[in-house]
């Protein structure tokens, strides 16, 4: 798609408004072309990003979420009905066909994570349905489940993916439920032998799904004993579609209320002895026979697993895209507040916030943090959907790559939004703390990517792993892997930096050079650790390992900056997008001193702090025009984020839409219990 129709798009959707004089005044200073910005940053997203904008202006134009506080039966209800309406849209329009979908699922929910910024729910249950349900079918099914997907990209059939157990969640291998093959009905039996059993989380499960995917641990009879063949996924009914009730030997429940997102219906299933047809395996690496022999061309068991799980990273990649976006969101709307509100100074006027340079501090080093983190989740998405068609290709490297990329990104990306968006929410004081804000909406969603998709602290050893793997290819003098050129320099003492704190080569360079030290200083504290190399793998996780999967983080986000410079043909807008990156340089030198002064001395070090406070200078003329390059529709900003800044304003419309703001109580009466006592 061009770059002029995804403007008419968005900015269709962004609506015209009146801007105030703070606005005016805000504009005044900036140095850069916004819509050469726009097109920069915009060609890193997918068409179909723009495309879902224009489906919902069709259908009802974006629904304001901070004017949005309904109870969860009825949040569960419109976000059902939206992804049904949306999806309908894009078949009417022709921008997709379930067929399309099923030959792409990653490729349509990148596009729908656009949804991300305004109704998280819908975003969510897109992400259950596709990215989840059919993306599992699709990848672990063969010809014979070719209907069941097509209907649940259809939305023919709504699915849910059953993975996690009340008492097991990353250790998927551990998982308790069973499915035992019975060949005289050629049939398997699921069974939840424990409490730990029940499958638990599972979205869309409570109230609306017809079909799930349920992984179990598989189960056949050789030579009279019951044997078992591991981790197997299966797809099956559990609901009867004339009454929605469950089938006998299904037991379903709703999980109850959370402490967000309440729009999906997580829910819990036990299984008794229910029994499913032989075809309900999903069986692209593994099949049971009509008489019960089990069949793979793997023989590894681990192996086989592997390949199960490896399309799970897809939602890593996007939760990654989905973190990074909304810390913008939230920093975006902090930034547009701090330039109305006004607090101490001089008597006639008092100060903006946005003048301080503490409040610049707080908001504008995570903005240049998150706007790197950006870039690098978007090539992130891109380097997954061109590796989707060879992703289970033996020998394939680029899925090992994009598993380690993916893991990092997923832990160090949700790990610094939640700091971000609550200093967000501190930072707009007593109004942050308002609903209307949509801090508290936005930190609860982003607490959800936090969660799932594996825990944090786990992915990061998966990355680790990938890296001390790359050290021992180095070291045997093999290519090693993308993402990992660095361990080429070999770094086993800090560097002595002599370069221009200006020059982003140079700064690149001091950071490839680092993410090799703290690599091969991890190695050797793994190698000569007392207890022993796996011993020491947990042991050092706090420390050299962390650091390890921080500095290949940082690195690969600062090359892929560096590779988006190369596309911006605007000067003005290069400076501004450099000034973003070179703060970000500065911040995370100085946040990590122990690497930086012994690489720069301590004297060149604490010139870090004239070297960000020259760069906040520099980006307080441009800070509010940045916050419109980016793609939000401002109607999914708050009442304290809209682009014309006419805070107040919109403020106390949200705040009088409500219902019965001005009435009087219908309890009144208790307010005067103890004056109408008599002493």
Same mark, same amino acid.
């Given at each position: 798609?061009?770059?002029?129709?995804?403007?008419?798009?968005?900015?269709?959707?962004?609506?015209?408004?009146?801007?105030?004089?703070?606005?005016?005044?805000?504009?005044?200073?900036?140095?850069?072309?916004?819509?050469?910005?726009?097109?920069?940053?915009?060609?890193?997203?997918?068409?179909?990003?723009?495309?879902?904008?224009?489906?919902?202006?069709?259908?009802?134009?974006?629904?304001?979420?901070?004017?949005?506080?309904?109870?969860?039966?009825?949040?569960?209800?419109?976000?059902?009905?939206?992804?049904?309406?949306?999806?309908?849209?894009?078949?009417?329009?022709?921008?997709?066909?379930?067929?399309?979908?099923?030959?792409?699922?990653?490729?349509?929910?990148?596009?729908?994570?656009?949804?991300?910024?305004?109704?998280?729910?819908?975003?969510?249950?897109?992400?259950?349905?596709?990215?989840?349900?059919?993306?599992?079918?699709?990848?672990?099914?063969?010809?014979?489940? %070719?209907?069941?997907?097509?209907?649940?990209?259809?939305?023919?059939?709504?699915?849910?993916?059953?993975?996690?157990?009340?008492?097991?969640?990353?250790?998927?291998?551990?998982?308790?439920?069973?499915?035992?093959?019975?060949?005289?009905?050629?049939?398997?039996?699921?069974?939840?032998?424990?409490?730990?059993?029940?499958?638990?989380?599972?979205?869309?499960?409570?109230?609306?799904? %017809?079909?799930?995917?349920?992984?179990?641990?598989?189960?056949?009879?050789?030579?009279?004993?019951?044997?078992?063949?591991?981790?197997?996924?299966?797809?099956?009914?559990?609901?009867?579609?004339?009454?929605?009730?469950?089938?006998?030997?299904?037991?379903?429940?709703?999980?109850?209320?959370?402490?967000?997102?309440?729009?999906?219906?997580?829910?819990?299933?036990?299984?008794?002895?229910?029994?499913?047809?032989?075809?309900?395996?999903?069986?692209?690496?593994?099949?049971?026979?009509?008489?019960?022999?089990?069949?793979?061309?793997?023989?590894?068991?681990?192996?086989?697993?592997?390949?199960?799980?490896?399309?799970?990273?897809?939602?890593?990649?996007?939760?990654?895209?989905?973190?990074?976006?909304?810390?913008?969101?939230?920093?975006?709307?902090?930034?547009?507040?701090?330039?109305?509100?006004?607090?101490?100074?001089?008597?006639?006027?008092?100060?903006?916030?946005?003048?301080?340079?503490? %409040?610049?501090?707080?908001?504008?080093?995570?903005?240049?943090?998150?706007?790197?983190?950006?870039?690098?989740?978007?090539?992130?998405?891109?380097?997954?959907?061109?590796?989707?068609?060879?992703?289970?290709?033996?020998?394939?490297?680029?899925?090992?790559?994009?598993?380690?990329?993916?893991?990092?990104?997923?832990?160090?990306?949700?790990?610094?939004?939640?700091?971000?968006?609550?200093?967000?929410?501190?930072?707009?004081?007593?109004?942050?703390?308002?609903?209307?804000?949509?801090?508290?909406?936005?930190?609860?969603?982003?607490?959800?990517?936090?969660?799932?998709?594996?825990?944090?602290?786990?992915?990061?050893?998966?990355?680790?792993?990938?890296?001390?793997?790359?050290?021992?290819?180095?070291?045997?003098?093999?290519?090693?892997?993308?993402?990992?050129?660095?361990?080429?320099?070999?770094?086993?003492?800090?560097?002595?930096?002599?370069?221009?704190?200006?020059?982003?080569?140079?700064?690149?360079?001091?950071?490839?050079?680092?993410?090799?030290?703290?690599?091969?200083?991890?190695?050797?504290?793994?190698?000569?650790?007392?207890?022993?190399?796996?011993?020491?793998?947990?042991?050092?996780?706090?420390?050299?390992?962390?650091?390890?999967?921080?500095?290949?983080?940082?690195?690969?986000?600062?090359?892929?900056?560096?590779?988006?410079?190369?596309?911006?043909?605007?000067?003005?807008?290069?400076?501004?997008?450099?000034?973003?990156?070179?703060?970000?340089?500065?911040?995370?030198?100085?946040?990590?001193?122990?690497?930086?002064?012994?690489?720069?001395?301590?004297?060149?070090?604490?010139?870090?702090?004239? %070297?960000?406070?020259?760069?906040?200078?520099?980006?307080?003329?441009?800070?509010?025009?940045?916050?419109?390059?980016?793609?939000?529709?401002?109607?999914?900003?708050?009442?304290?984020?809209?682009?014309?800044?006419?805070?107040?304003?919109?403020?106390?419309?949200?705040?009088?839409?409500?219902?019965?703001?001005?009435?009087?109580?219908?309890?009144?009466?208790?307010?005067?219990?103890?004056?109408?006592?008599?002493?």
């Amino acid at each position: 798609m061009s770059h002029e129709i995804a403007l008419k798009r968005l900015n269709m959707l962004k609506g015209h408004f009146r801007p105030s004089k703070d606005l005016k005044r805000e504009l005044s200073t900036s140095t850069f072309n916004l819509s050469k910005a726009q097109e920069s940053l915009w060609n890193t997203l997918p068409a179909n990003y723009f495309e879902t904008f224009e489906c919902i202006s069709e259908l009802h134009g974006i629904p304001d979420p901070s004017l949005y506080n309904a109870e969860k039966d009825e949040l569960r209800k419109d976000s059902n009905e939206f992804i049904i309406r949306l999806t309908n849209k894009m078949f009417e329009k022709g921008f997709t066909t379930p067929e399309k979908i099923a030959e792409n699922i990653d490729a349509f929910n990148s596009g729908m994570i656009s949804l991300g910024s305004f109704n998280f729910a819908t975003c969510t249950r897109y992400l259950v349905q596709y990215g989840l349900y059919c993306k599992t079918i699709k990848n672990l099914g063969t010809e014979r489940h %070719h209907q069941e997907l097509i209907d649940g990209c259809s939305l023919k059939t709504l699915g849910c993916f059953g993975l996690t157990e009340m008492g097991h969640g990353s250790n998927v291998r551990g998982i308790e439920i069973t499915a035992t093959y019975d060949k005289t009905t050629k049939e398997f039996i699921l069974n939840s032998p424990t409490k730990t059993a029940i499958k638990f989380w599972i979205g869309a499960l409570a109230k609306s799904a %017809h079909n799930a995917v349920i992984f179990a641990q598989l189960y056949i009879n050789e030579n009279g004993q019951k044997v078992r063949k591991g981790v197997h996924a299966f797809v099956l009914p559990i609901r009867d579609r004339m009454t929605h009730t469950s089938f006998p030997g299904v037991e379903i429940g709703d999980c109850g209320y959370k402490k967000g997102l309440n729009g999906i219906d997580n829910g819990w299933i036990k299984f008794e002895d229910y029994r499913i047809p032989r075809e309900s395996l999903l069986n692209r690496f593994a099949d049971v026979t009509e008489d019960g022999v089990y069949q793979t061309a793997i023989e590894s068991e681990g192996k086989r697993f592997g390949n199960s799980m490896s399309s799970l990273s897809g939602g890593r990649v996007f939760i990654s895209r989905m973190s990074s976006e909304i810390s913008l969101q939230s920093l975006s709307i902090a930034i547009r507040y701090a330039a109305v509100r006004r607090q101490f100074g001089p008597s006639d006027e008092e100060t903006l916030l946005l003048d301080y340079p503490l %409040h610049q501090y707080r908001l504008f080093t995570r903005f240049a943090e998150h706007f790197v983190h950006y870039l690098g989740a978007n090539r992130l998405v891109k380097m997954w959907d061109k590796n989707l068609p060879k992703l289970l290709d033996e020998g394939n490297e680029q899925t090992e790559v994009i598993h380690a990329l993916s893991s990092s990104m997923k832990a160090f990306v949700s790990w610094s939004s939640q700091s971000t968006i609550d200093e967000c929410r501190k930072a707009c004081g007593g109004h942050g703390y308002s609903f209307y804000s949509l801090f508290a909406n936005i930190l609860n969603f982003n607490d959800l990517h936090a969660t799932w998709e594996g825990d944090s602290h786990v992915l990061t050893m998966q990355n680790q792993k990938f890296i001390l793997n790359g050290i021992r290819k180095a070291l045997k003098g093999k290519k090693v892997p993308e993402t990992l050129e660095y361990l080429s320099l070999a770094q086993t003492t800090p560097p002595a930096f002599k370069g221009d704190f200006e020059n982003i080569d140079e700064l690149a360079k001091l950071f490839a050079q680092r993410a090799s030290f703290l690599a091969n200083k991890a190695a050797k504290a793994l190698n000569e650790y007392e207890g022993g190399f796996e011993q020491g793998f947990l042991d050092l996780q706090s420390f050299e390992l962390k650091d390890m999967s921080s500095a290949y983080h940082d690195n690969y986000c600062i090359e892929t900056f560096r590779a988006f410079l190369t596309t911006v043909d605007d000067e003005s807008v290069r400076s501004i997008f450099e000034k973003l990156l070179l703060l970000n340089f500065y911040t995370k030198m100085h946040n990590d001193g122990n690497f930086f002064v012994a690489a720069l001395g301590l004297s060149q070090f604490e010139k870090l702090k004239k %070297h960000i406070n020259k760069s906040l200078k520099h980006l307080r003329k441009n800070i509010i025009l940045l916050t419109q390059v980016l793609p939000f529709p401002e109607r999914s900003m708050g009442a304290l984020g809209h682009g014309d800044l006419q805070v107040y304003d919109r403020y106390l419309q949200h705040i009088k839409a409500c219902k019965g703001v001005t009435e009087r109580a219908s309890w009144w009466k208790l307010a005067y219990t103890n004056s109408e006592q008599k002493n």
